[in-house]
């Protein structure tokens, strides 16, 4: 018998095994629906999805149009209909500036001035449309974390005007560097810790600049991420303002050229750091001045979520959503050799995820009684957009969408004893996983790594907004054959070498036995869900129960 064959003899024996359950009898899940997932099938949609020829599936590009012209095909093959009124697609309008790579920003001071380069030593873009920006001589004050969070009392902005000046700010939350558990969630990155998060205050703030110190561990990836991934086009929701209420000019500067600005400054850096990790820290104003212009090229177009739907038989009109991120981040023309980012395991393998889950529930005999959706959402690269756009202009009622159950980034290691959840206890599907994970003998883990603050890089986060319980579960690393280490190591060197790189290409040798594994998993929870009647809710704390709540009321 192959090895092939043998993985799915096993994968079909744990989908026996979930037969022998506790559901009720209408939200049993089908034996023959399990045994329909294959690595095979899997692995042929990620390598067309990430092949060259898709050019790195970037928004409102020739990428983007063969990946919607797939995902569209294969559906139609599957016999799944289009999601929006006859339609496949749901537009999005972006508008994507361009800053031009010649940009310099400098910093002068009593003792000397400092000249960084964009690339190596700093990076910056804007969200305002127009020609350019631009920010001269402008005062830097070192804000901490750039926190305003009244619920733990905590305000690194409080009797400061920053008007017209630079803010400079640490990445993650309080409480991380000494991983204090009395501040925020200690080593756990909340949303106050994300650089979304960060602009968006020093724009209430009313800053004219504001710029995130680089580091690898408490940002979660290397300098070079944040190079492939901030240079080029940047993208951004067409908005009312044209986006004149954002930062005129954000951005991140290399941890060591901050070490550097600061000791211009006559400060020490990690010694401010400390100082900042403590409650009643005051922003320190550095006595330097900040210039910067960005010269931009600006392009409007629209891109597109792409939504399927097989209709309920008995309750059409409520919705179980599965999603997954389509797009990544293009083909860089500027780079030497490949200049393609492929974007395989990031996220090729969770939109041929969500493919395999659209055949599974296709080839059913009869069609649960909930109405199942295939959502492959648009622009996550770009700070989760696509998603975010379908959350404030739904194709289904937030009040009568059961749940959301995201796919970003399967496991391509071989089976493992655990699946991740990310954000773990924040909602009842946790119990719905639960009750299949130990039905193949495996078990539920926490986020191994809260510090990098996954649940808010993906797309669930922006579904959970609009109050719909949203389940997010990522790779074990609890190996069936290696361990724990070696799936540790796997995901470090991912993260080092691969994540968004040209790098992420697909390989033949993968071993995608346990991604089957999980979408019988995601399969078991969103069809018990599905073929059920049951509502899930957040738990209590959870900071989107409340807008679930009232959903409920309107829906009976």
Known sequence: MS??????????????GFLATSCAPSDRVPESALAGFTTEGLA??????ASDAFEGRGPSSHGEEQTVAYLQAEFEKLGIEPGNEGSWTQDVPLVEITASPDARLEITGANGSQTLRYGPDFMAWTKRVGGSVSVGHSEIVFVGYGVVAPEWGWNDYEGLDVRAKTVVILVNDPGFARKDTALFDGPAMT??????????????????AALIVHETEPAGYPWDVVTGSWSGGQFDLVRDDDGMSRVAVEGWIHGDRARELFQLAGQDYDALKLQADQRGFEPVPLGLQASVALRNTTRRSVSRNVVGVLPGAARPDEFVIYMAHWDHLGRDPTLEGDQIFNGALDNATGTGGLLELAKVYASLEAPPRRSVVFLAVTAEEQGLLGSAYYGTHPLYPPAQTVAAINMDGLNIYGRVRDIVVVGYGKSELDDYLASAVGLQGRRVDPDPEPEKGFYYRSDHFSLAKAGIPALYTDAGIDHVEHGQEWGRARRDEYTADRYHKPTDEFDPSWDL?????????????????????????WRDGSEFKAARDAQRRQWP
Not at 44 to 49: D, G, N, S, Y
Not at 513 to 535: C, T
């Open 3 to 16: 090895s092939t064959n043998v993985v799915r003899t096993a994968l079909t024996a744990a989908g026996v």
């Open 44 to 49: 042929a949609h990620i390598e067309t999805l």
């Open 191 to 208: 949303y106050y810790g994300r650089w979304t998060y960060k602009y968006e205050e020093a724009a209430r703030q009313g800053a004219a």
């Open 513 to 537: 036995s346990g991604a089957v594994e999980d979408l019988q998993l995601l399969f078991h929870v969103g069809y018990r869900l599905a073929a059920g009647s049951d509502w899930p809710n």
